[in-house]
């Protein structure tokens, strides 16, 4: 997909994601987006996207590492519980809860009876959520492996994307199919009428993102609130320029081109 | 500044914000950077520069809303102080404490005593934390008013901007000079050897961004590390495809051009 | 009961606690004990006698205020996950979710719909817990109204006791029956097989928490751990008596009959 | 000390604790009182009565365990300093920072360099507190060796305390005089005229808790406050009943003695 496509095609759901916010806000409405997928899939981009026009204080994203001593012993959704939405909030989990049914369990971080309990407790769990309110969406993003195995070749060849190669990266290469049939057995456990999956398939990153952000704005409902207007009255004298007394502004950056 | 230029100019530069952020992660470094700035200046923007190519694990950005009751009990600098980088991130505080010696103090949230305790207090407490280790930067984001005047008629004009709009913001502009006066009061009080304002000329925010990161880089010691050879084998059989079962893809969003 | 009796009785039960303690801390048990019941029901009496000989590290109390703006928004239940215990923790809360059942539902701080979903959300929601291997006991402590309106007379009567009186004790004497309905409505929806209530008679303070003490440490299982021995060498040498140099000890403070 | 007159003494301290924790709450007020001494000295003792007769809500105990990886890696301040009061609370710490200087100097947890940095910091850390309005009490409880030896040997005997022996506790032994060279350079570093040391011998840990209380009480000021009268009228009925439904009250415990 083109660039200019793209950008075009995001500049047109801008306005429904930043009306979304607004109606969330003003109704006190919870939104909880859990985006899952192989490593490279696009997580990432995705949530750039989907916060850059909103307000930070609004749209929050929660991307945990791995759990403290403390937190291994507690109950396993608590530190997750932790980070969900309040009133008025849109929260992004860069990978969640069900990492123990993806990558714990094809590395054997967890072992099965483990697993086995989580997926059966994931629905429980989430119809708590959903039926206090919660907005919760699922998100599987897909990537042919052909397709990974490219932006796998870039982050080892760019200094620039070095740092999104982990050692367990190395490893998910050699385990695509249990990833693959882990999954599918996640969404047999966990594909609920409450808390549904959306699979999208992000083999093109960039018409992905479209794909998805398009589907959660139609699964909402309708948002549209009437804007209060803005009395907004002429300045009424010259604008002051700034006047630096102590200190002077750096230097500007000399500028290729310029 | 064009638009091309400036993206060259960026490009050029992200690969040093890799290395040193590569470098804070191997050295356990904590880097803490606080950019304050009139409504408007480009704190979002530069921000959005900075955390781009960076590991968001790694790169936080603090962006603190008005104290809770408890809070507005603590110690002033209590809330902030939970936010501050463990060894190997680097923290962005979009906004700081020092909001009372801005905003509180002109709009009168803070009394003149709290303004005077603040900033006899604030030398002393960065002190603490630079003698600690931790690598503070302060920048202040200076916009004219006729810059700022045309930014704010964007947000009003813009519905996908309004949000950035606040009541505060109405009355801002009557206060222009006030936070002028502000601001050079802070730097008397503020402005020490071990933790130095800088202050940069936003009137052209992406030239802004350029000079504040160049800037920001070449106060950090040397962070060049040698790269540790990553071992990437050749997957040695056909990339798998994905394989949907249970549930299937999403129609692709239809792309205008396409 | 007298008081001679009381810690007699109670001076037996406390071995078996540390025993039970050094079990949850040896296997990494958590232990969970919700305390509910009347105002003056005597919950922090039997909290003080649970915890008296434990290890405070080991052994917390959770007591939540009313929830802050950002927590009322949250999933009801978020504000008490984060209390839960962790490994080896044994964690009594005075008062718990209940409140929504109880003091929030006769007082009208919580909407009809709001119970009855509390109420349809709670079995779920213990049962997630206990299944994850939390021990999770609940006990409601008894106390006529002629019992309570004498201890409520003491508070007022007391200075000591006196913090211990809320405007809503004042309209609880009015409602005494209104809470034990609210209470059976509770347990006919909350008292379930996987996480039932005890029922103490807390008439006599003293004698109500013998018992349920007693009953706690009935429904764990076997506890009884060998004690690895302690390797205690003599000194070998005269012991060194403190050495005050720049600061000396305070005057003792004058002890009546001494 | 007798018993007998132990308990007397400490009854009369208790209605000015209450009345002290009547004023912080009035007036917002912050105390915080830190407790250090060496093993066995008395230090949960002393907190237990200052806050049995206090809110629980209101009087907060702080008892931090060792660092985190992430804590670790942060300004060495910051984990306690989420734990000061905010206004309205009394907060005692059962041992503090001090730990740097103590138990981490004396067994080598912390480098030189790191203990120096410590001690350098402290009276500039303590002095923003100070000026913020918090209320700093900081006391070393003292304790002859022959005392302590004798309470170790105690809870090596007893079941009971046998879990407040650690292997540190071990050590601690052969290194009785080190940690009196260690507090006495901490006290050289620390003890200054906005935050002071106490000393208070605690080898009669009844008399030392007296002393110390009547000490705290006698430093804050005047705390009276008139006492608002409550509007307590009759119930106007004959007190109802429990009335048990669905579930009935256990089985009282057979007390010894009945």
Redesign the interface.
Known sequence: ??N???E??LA?L??EL??M??WARAK?Q?VLVLLEGRDTAGK?GVISAIRG??????CR?V?L?KP???????????RY??H??????IVLF?RSWYNRAGVEKVMGFATPEQVD?FL??VP??E???V??G?RLFKY?L?????E??ER??ER?AD??K????SPID?QA?TL??EY?QAR?AM??AT?TAHAP?????FNDQK?GR???I??LLDRLPDCALP?EP???PP?GHE???????????????P????
Chains 1, 2, 3, 4 share one sequence.
Not at 53 to 58: A, E, Y
Not at 68 to 78: D, L, M, R
Not at 142 to 146: H, K, S
């Open positions: 997909m083109k200019k496509h793209y075009e095609a047109a801008e306005p930043v009306t916010a607004r006190g919870r990432s026009p909103l307000n930070p204080r609004q994203v991307a590492g403290s001593e403390a937190e291994a012993g507690q109950w396993y959704f608590q519980v932790q969900l939405p309040t009133a008025g909030e860069d309990a059966a407790a429980v769990f119809k708590l959520l039926d206090d919660i599987w897909g990537t042919d492996q052909a990974q195995e796998f070749a080892v200094p620039l070095r740092w999104k190669l190395v290469r695509y199919d693959t599918e969404f047999a594909h999956w959306t699979m999208v398939n018409h479209l794909t998805l398009r589907n804007e803005i009395d907004w300045l604008p002051l320029p700034e006047r630096y007394e102590l200190i002077q502004p750096l230097p500007p950056y500028v290729p081109g310029d």
